[in-house]
């Protein structure tokens, strides 16, 4: 039977963030910010095993206590510089039929839900090719010269891609192992480079990538409310 395999990259240092703790690891009530990305694909009824790909000198992993995800979690320490090498060398070392289906996501996605991935996976289906979650482009594009408008681009059309990114295992495989001298900034660009055409599956915009300092302030209000709100409803149920 086919199966849906997490495989979340998490060898990256974040050096946008201006801070010298990796990225994945800074924290959000109480927790690293891996740890909520972890928790929705772990957390899945339709995942059956979740990957972390890390560096193979990370040594923050070991600091944090993940026994509440038991055996679905397993970790490989075969980062590579990039990426596309990262979810390669996952790709490689992981325990999957080449035909089961793997959804890579962003360690730094904390606000993914399990609705989000029970989406993915019904929208995509038993396509060949595989889709990714995605949302349409809302504000005015601007082209720059420098500091300064080169031009306004359309926004028709343009949708700007999120993860969990999901594709069959061996063409993932086969997309990033391509020898051309394109490097895919996502697995949906890699995929693209064969001639395919993924399919787009509207998410939301709380699900969203932490890169800059604003961006954390915004997952840590999310995630803060959310767990608020799971206290008040235990509560009262008490």
Not at 180 to 190: I, L, N, Q
């Given at each position: 039977m086919t199966q849906y395999i997490g495989l979340i990259p998490a060898a990256g240092s974040g050096s946008r963030m201006g801070v010298e703790v990796p990225k994945q690891y800074l924290d959000?009530?109480?927790?690293?910010?891996?740890?909520?990305?972890?928790?929705?694909?772990?957390?899945?009824?339709?995942?059956?095993?979740?990957?972390?790909?890390?560096?193979?000198?990370?040594?923050?992993?070991?600091?944090?206590?993940?026994?509440?995800?038991?055996?679905?979690?397993?970790?490989?320490?075969?980062?590579?510089?990039?990426r596309a090498e990262s979810v390669t060398n996952g790709l490689a070392a992981m325990s999957t039929d080449g035909k089961d289906w793997v959804l890579v996501h962003d360690a730094a996605r904390p606000c993914l839900t399990i609705e989000l991935i029970?989406?993915?996976?019904?929208?995509?289906?038993?396509?060949?090719?595989?889709?990714?979650?995605?949302?349409?482009?809302?504000?005015?594009?601007?082209?720059a010269s420098g500091v300064h408008v080169a031009q306004t681009e359309s926004r028709d059309g343009l949708w700007q891609a999120q993860t969990p990114q999901m594709f069959r295992?061996?063409?993932?495989?086969?997309?990033?192992?391509?020898n051309s001298d394109f490097v895919p900034t996502d697995e949906a660009s890699?995929?693209?480079?064969?001639?395919?055409?993924?399919?787009?599956?509207?998410?939301?915009?709380?699900?969203?990538?932490?890169?800059?300092?604003?961006?954390?302030?915004?997952?840590?209000?999310?995630?803060?409310?959310?767990?608020?709100?799971?206290?008040?409803?235990?509560?009262d149920n008490d």
């Amino acid at each position: 039977m086919t199966q849906y395999i997490g495989l979340i990259p998490a060898a990256g240092s974040g050096s946008r963030m201006g801070v010298e703790v990796p990225k994945q690891y800074l924290d959000i009530a109480g927790h690293p910010m891996i740890y909520y990305a972890v928790r929705a694909m772990v957390t899945s009824p339709l995942i059956t095993a979740v990957y972390v790909v890390l560096a193979a000198d990370d040594s923050w992993w070991a600091g944090y206590n993940w026994c509440e995800f038991g055996d679905k979690l397993q970790v490989l320490r075969c980062g590579g510089a990039t990426r596309a090498e990262s979810v390669t060398n996952g790709l490689a070392a992981m325990s999957t039929d080449g035909k089961d289906w793997v959804l890579v996501h962003d360690a730094a996605r904390p606000c993914l839900t399990i609705e989000l991935i029970a989406r993915l996976i019904e929208a995509v289906g038993d396509t060949e090719i595989g889709g990714l979650l995605a949302i349409p482009v809302a504000d005015t594009l601007k082209r720059a010269s420098g500091v300064h408008v080169a031009q306004t681009e359309s926004r028709d059309g343009l949708w700007q891609a999120q993860t969990p990114q999901m594709f069959r295992h061996d063409l993932l495989q086969q997309a990033l192992s391509n020898n051309s001298d394109f490097v895919p900034t996502d697995e949906a660009s890699a995929v693209e480079a064969l001639g395919h055409h993924p399919l787009l599956v509207a998410a939301d915009s709380s699900n969203f990538k932490v890169t800059y300092p604003n961006d954390l302030r915004m997952a840590r209000l999310i995630l803060e409310q959310e767990i608020s709100a799971q206290g008040n409803l235990e509560q009262d149920n008490d």
